[in-house]
């Protein structure tokens, strides 16, 4: 088993929990992670992405090579489009058809809609689906839902993370994002 992914968005949109319970899940899985930093501004509003490489063999490079990415995530549809160099012929493209128009400029919405339309590319209504399950703040839980789909980790792995990267906020933050997993799930299927 190997997936390459790049997790991508803006900063302030989770980001990072994202690349954390999908580590937590593979290493749960019994896989091999090597995640490279984050790169871009994490600070709310700039661009943030990561590169996170999961294999059953050894992995020896924390990039990943452009044209190799077998899944690009992303919270935020133009930074998915960002590093449309890197997916390969065969990848997926899991996002939020959310728009955070956060820099001067900002191509049409249609366009942007387009342009994933005529690639490999599943756009989930993430905003609306995390107030579903009870906080617009779990939109980034509604893609992992979503992109789990196209892992070899089990859902269950998921579910383990989840819940150990939420314990220390308590049963109902569990719950909630638990809730916003499963539609996101639900929604690409």
């Known amino acids: 088993m190997k997936k390459d992914i790049i997790i991508a968005g803006v900063g302030g949109q989770g980001i990072l929990t994202i690349a954390s319970i999908i580590d937590t899940a593979a290493m ?15 600070q709310r509003g700039g661009d943030v992405q990561s590169h ?6 050894e992995i020896f490079s924390d990039l990943i090579p452009k044209g190799k990415c077998d899944l690009i995530v992303a919270v935020e549809p133009l930074e998915s489009l960002r590093y449309i160099e890197y997916l390969s012929p065969e990848g997926t493209i899991v996002t939020a058809g ?37 906080s617009s703040r779990a939109s980034n839980v509604v893609i992992l839902g979503a992109m789990s789909r196209f892992t070899d980790i089990p859902e ?11 314990k220390s906020k308590g049963e ?10 499963a539609i996101g799930v639900d929604a690409t299927k």
């Open 28 to 42: 749960l899985e019994g896989l091999n992670v090597k995640q490279a930093e984050v790169h871009g501004m994490s």
């Open 52 to 57: 996170l490489r999961i294999s059953s063999n």
């Open 98 to 134: 959310d728009f955070f128009k956060n820099i001067p400029n900002y191509p049409e919405e249609e366009l942007i809609i387009k342009k994933l339309n005529s690639l490999n590319a599943k756009v989930v209504n993430a905003a609306y689906l995390a107030k579903e399950a009870g």
């Open 172 to 181: 109902n933050i569990i719950e909630m994002n638990l809730k916003a997993f």
């Open 156 to 166: 269950q792995r998921f579910i383990e993370a989840i819940r150990e990267m939420f």
